[in-house]
């Protein structure tokens, strides 16, 4: 009888929330599917004549933004994760060193958009730029690789690493050769979650990018359009009427989550089989 | 002399002592079982042959000689020490790979490749009793086998690096008396190549397939012996009262 209850309202909980969460989808879906066809997600934006542009160059300097943020985030924040994982002494240096990561996760987006305007465009001179950006993404996303490599690795059973030592490898080999193949999936999922964040982050790229670019960056020091910077865009600055603005910001929202949804897809089949090699389906 | 010697070998885990200098002569192409009840040392002296200990922060100290040269010497390569010294576990733990790939892991790790490695795989297979039922299925996962057949492969995976020690550590205790009796077999013909020590709590299996039987009580060697007369003429009190099931 109290199971039941208790059953009963947490279906209802979990109910609501799937409902709550439909309802966004399905109100963007309703609202973007308005604007998006061929012409808006292959076009440039046309800021005089707004109705005649499209979002391709958003598009495009999004993946390339992310790309230049996974490239950066995931080589360091693997080999931070296998260090911390595999050779890390327990100490009070890896305790702060854990601990400084966690906090890393912590900071606001818009304090690392303000360290990578500081430090990437100006100090280091690579000016508003797909570099500036994607590498102030990185840094935005390497805790996630980190903790996710780190966790990954941790709960690859022991009797692996034994078996491995015990015919002769070394460490490097064995880390190499078994631990990390079956850490793959662990980490994939992490990696995606951190990817989730930085296609959809807007204050980091506004500061870092200039974010307004009608063009496709020809080298990693050009200015990059990003599709979060433009629906901020659009919804504050650039159209004439409220409802353009709306019905546009809709529409990029909707490639947006498109966008995101075939990289989870991506990378969830490549995850699953994985796990199906080393389960051995 | 013996293949392996052990001078006042000591493990300490912390300061607490697993095993108290232990020495025993361990001979070539021979099975030397060790006995003795949970707890009293055995795994961690079998893992003292081959510096597994150490993995756990263990300390040792004494001496272990393999053919005259103290494994714990600072210029030890530990890597070619578990190449000549293999090891079998206690649960079969085959890496999540194909059946090939796990028996061929320890060749490629020292370089071998090709068709050299493919005999290698093969007759590693064969001499573990294993290559008539999976020759046809070789690029299967290892972890679709049977408990038994998972065991022989670890066996076979760790032929495959040609060791001259091979360590067993109850490799029969998560396996059915079918599959157990399997293995028994197996060791009887592998002594013919290799020196066996092997750990089991099962006495019945110390008398079935060992010539020399070890005793350990409480991190001590108490006896060490011919098997039989371990069996039928123990000299210590505490091993009779053992053997004979009055604990343990």
Redesign the interface.
């Known amino acids: 009888m109290k199971t039941g209850v208790i059953k009963a309202i947490l279906c209802a909980i979990s109910l609501i929330s799937v409902v709550v969460l439909l309802g966004v989808v399905f109100y963007i879906l309703m609202a973007g599917a308005r604007v998006v066809s061929p012409g808006f997600l292959f076009r440039s934006p046309d800021y005089i004549n707004f109705e005649e542009g499209g979002i391709f160059p958003q598009i495009v300097g999004s993946l390339y933004l992310l790309a230049v943020s996974l490239l950066f985030a995931v080589p360091l924040g693997v080999a931070s994760g296998i260090y911390l994982a595999e050779y890390a002494p327990r100490n009070i240096v890896t305790m702060c060193t854990r601990l400084f990561v966690e906090c890393l996760a912590g900071i606001p987006s818009v304090v690392i958009g303000l360290f990578g305007l500081t430090f990437f465009v100006y100090y280091l001179g690579f000016g508003p730029s797909v570099l500036s950006g994607g590498l102030s993404l990185g840094i935005m996303i390497l805790p996630w690789t980190v903790r996710a490599s780190e966790e990954a690795i941790k709960s690859v059973p022991s009797t692996y690493r034994a078996a491995s030592l015990a015919l002769g490898a070394s460490k490097w080999q064995t880390i190499r050769l078994v631990v990390l193949k079956s850490a793959y999936p662990g980490m994939i999922t992490g990696i995606l979650l951190g990817a989730g964040k930085a296609i959809g982050e807007a204050a980091i790229v506004l500061l870092t990018t200039g974010g307004l670019a009608t063009f496709l960056p020809h080298s990693l020091f050009d200015d990059v359009g990003s599709l979060p910077v433009y629906i901020y865009l659009v919804l504050t600055v650039i159209p004439a009427s409220r409802e353009i603005g709306e019905a546009y910001a809709f529409g990029a929202s909707l490639v947006l989550i498109g966008i995101f949804l075939c990289i989870s897809i991506f990378a969830l089949l490549l995850r699953n089989r994985y796990i199906k090699r080393l389960r051995g389906e | 002399m013996g293949l392996i010697e052990t001078e006042d070998l000591s493990v300490l885990y912390g300061d607490v002592p697993a095993i108290k200098r232990v020495n025993i002569e361990i001979e070539a192409n021979k099975i030397t079982a060790v006995i003795g009840p949970s707890g009293c040392g055995k795994t961690t002296f079998l893992r003292a042959l ?1 510096r ?1 200990n150490e ?1 756990n922060g263990a300390r040792t100290d004494g001496k272990v000689l393999i053919d005259g040269e103290n494994i714990y010497n600072g210029n030890t390569d530990v ?5 000549r010294v ?2 079998v ?1 206690q ?1 079969p ?6 059946i090939f790939d796990n028996v061929a ?2 060749p490629r ?2 370089g071998i490749r090709n068709n050299k490695l493919k005999r290698i795989v093969e007759e590693s297979l064969r001499k573990a009793a294993l290559w008539e039922e999976v020759h046809d299925r070789l690029d ?5 086998l049977s408990g038994g057949q998972q065991q022989r492969l ?1 066996i076979a ?2 032929l495959a ?1 040609n060791p001259e020690i091979i360590l067993f550590d109850e490799p029969c205790s998560a396996l059915d008396p079918i599959s157990t009796a399997r293995i028994e077999a197996l060791l009887r013909e592998l002594k013919k190549d290799y020196t066996i020590v092997i750990v089991t709590h099962n006495m019945q299996q110390a008398a079935r397939v060992s010539d020399y039987t070890a005793f350990f009580l409480m991190g001590e060697l108490i006896e060490f012996d011919e098997t039989t007369r371990i069996f039928e003429r123990p000299k210590d009190k505490r091993t009779e009262d053992y053997i004979t099931g009055r604990f343990g």
């Open positions: 081959n597994m993995l890597n070619m020490l578990r190449r293999g090891m576990f649960q733990n085959p890496f999540p790979m194909s892991y320890g790790i020292h299967s996962s290892a972890l679709m670890c995976r760790a690096v």
